[in-house]
């Protein structure tokens, strides 16, 4: 039975809640709600000085389980169990982040856990130093029905341009990550196809991941009372049946200049994931211009934030990798632990 972390990864509103409720409803596996620990803690790691020292991992554990914007009472774990466990666990930062998972895992007597966060797509080079033998499931959506969506979300407060450049930095991001990634790391997987047909792309989804298909997968209504948080009144659709209804309602959603910028910006994108374009005329100059304007000030933003990482990893203070599961402990050099063998009463 496989132990390694599975991550979900997309674009924001491409289903990425719905497919965290149909792994979280599997017998192996626990998909919590959004914590939003990892990525903060992750760059501020110089800050908690070295791992390898209980009192910083301590500092750490308790941050995570006490600060309001870490989320971590989405877990639902005991405060103090999970700083302790913390502090008797490697000195890594991985170790400490995944003992939070494994502990979620635990509350369902599950062996594997994952972690759901759209944002995490351009952040995979971040998570294998922490989890390196992490598994990505990139679920991808039509971009003009994510655009739609976005438009509506109470939480999103950018324009148009932000989300076109949203769907494509998601696709350039997995195009990468197609080729460059081991072929039992990474996969793919059509929002689309995914609802048309649950059992069949679940099953597949369940061969790449080592496991057996379950049934209870298909209908994760039942998996929403746990994962999903009642304020999230924007996922309220993960409570009932898997449905098509919202596929292609980009057409009543978006406006005819909106559908003729997604169409221009990312029509090359789109049929390469297997959607069709609807031949829309040219968009405006201005609205090309400030599409161009915003994904390059957004490139020129991720750019910074890399470079700034690359200089802090020539100086980490203490080691990143988790060292948890058995391929963790393997690939950080770990002993395995000996069996003890007991001589057979006579």
């Known amino acids: 039975m496989s132990d390694r972390p599975v991550f979900v990864i997309g674009c924001p509103r491409s289903g990425t809640t719905m497919l965290q409720l149909m792994l979280h409803s599997h017998p192996h596996m626990a998909v919590p709600p959004e914590t939003r620990f990892l990525v903060p803690a992750y760059y501020r790691r110089r800050a908690w000085g070295d791992l390898r020292i209980d009192s910083r991992r301590r500092a750490l554990a308790q941050w995570i389980a006490t600060d309001r914007s870490t989320k971590?009472?989405?877990?639902?774990?005991?405060k103090d169990e999970f700083v302790q466990q913390a502090v008797e666990g490697p000195g890594s930062l991985g170790s400490v982040f995944g003992t939070a998972f494994r502990m979620?895992?635990?509350?369902f007597d599950k062996a594997r856990w994952g972690d759901k966060r759209p944002s995490y797509v351009k952040q995979v080079d971040m998570l294998l130093r922490l989890f390196?033998?992490?598994?990505?499931?990139?679920?991808?959506?039509?971009?003009?029905?994510?655009?739609?969506?976005?438009?509506e979300m109470p939480w999103y407060t950018l324009d148009s341009f932000h989300a076109v450049s949203t769907w494509a930095e998601a696709i350039d991001a997995?195009?990468?990550?197609k080729r460059t990634l081991p072929e039992?790391?990474?996969?793919?997987?059509?929002?689309?196809?995914?609802t048309d047909d649950?059992?069949?792309e679940l099953k597949k989804l369940?061969?790449?991941?080592?496991?057996d298909f379950s049934s209870a997968m298909i209908s994760p209504r039942e998996a929403a009372s746990v994962a999903v948080p009642e304020h999230k009144v924007w996922h309220s659709n993960t409570h009932g049946e898997v449905i098509r209804s919202r596929?292609?309602?980009?057409?009543?959603?978006?406006?005819?200049?909106?559908i003729s910028l997604c169409e221009h910006m990312l029509g090359d994108r789109l049929e390469a994931m297997g959607y069709e374009l609807t031949g829309a005329a040219r968009p405006a100059k201005e609205h090309i211009i400030a599409a161009q304007k915003t994904m390059q000030k957004r490139k020129a933003s991720r750019m910074r934030k890399h470079m700034r990482d690359r200089l802090n990893r020539l100086r980490e203070p203490s080691p990143v990798a988790a060292m948890l599961t058995t391929r963790q402990r393997s690939l950080a050099g770990v002993p395995r632990q000996r069996t003890e063998i007991t001589e057979p009463a006579l």
Do not use: M
Not at 206 to 211: A, D, I
Not at 247 to 258: H, I, K, Y
């Open 174 to 177: 997995g195009a990468k990550l």
């Open 104 to 107: 979620y895992a635990d509350r």
């Open 206 to 211: 369940c061969h790449f991941l080592e496991e």
């Open 72 to 78: 971590f009472r989405e877990l639902k774990i005991d």
């Open 198 to 200: 649950p059992a069949t």
């Open 247 to 258: 596929v292609g309602s980009w057409a009543n959603r978006l406006d005819d200049w909106e």
């Open 184 to 194: 039992d790391t990474y996969y793919e997987l059509r929002y689309e196809d995914l």
């Open 132 to 151: 390196p033998d992490a598994q990505f499931i990139h679920l991808i959506r039509d971009g003009r029905d994510c655009v739609a969506s976005l438009k």
